[in-house]
């Protein structure tokens, strides 16, 4: 089994910076994609930024320029550095990742998620 714990979320207000990070343990072999995901209310979830194990990045439009992906490959971690943050960017981030298992099954993996509130 796999496991992803994310860590970081909170109120800021608009302007102000949060860091999410999110760490993955259990069975794994190696992990290709890792990234982040977010729902608001009432809306689909949809991606944030995307980091394969090769450094190759992708970003919504929406946090180009404000949020920053990273990950260290020896601990399988994640992390997302969002600054200006705005009302919009208010909803539940879930870390997501591509794993393959010691046991050579590849499967996606999610965290339980971490609220994020952006509000004065």
């Known amino acids: 089994q796999v496991q992803l714990v994310e860590s970081g979320g909170g109120l800021v207000q608009p302007g102000g910076s949060l860091r999410l990070s999110c760490a993955a343990s259990?069975?794994?072999?190696?992990?290709?994609?890792m990234g982040w995901y977010r729902q608001a209310p009432e809306k689909e979830r949809e991606l944030v930024a995307r980091?394969?194990?090769?450094?190759?990045?992708n970003y919504a439009d929406s946090v180009k320029g404000r949020f920053t992906i990273s990950r260290d490959n020896a601990k399988n971690t994640v992390t997302l550095q969002m600054n200006s943050l705005k009302p919009e960017d208010t909803a539940v981030y879930y870390c997501?990742?591509?794993?393959?298992?010691?046991?050579?099954?590849?499967?996606?993996?999610w965290g339980q998620g971490t609220q994020v509130t952006v509000s004065s």
């Open positions: 997501y990742a591509n794993v393959l298992t010691t046991a050579l099954r590849r499967d996606d993996y």
């Open positions: 980091i394969t194990s090769g450094g190759s990045t």
């Open positions: 259990g069975s794994i072999f190696s992990i290709n994609v």
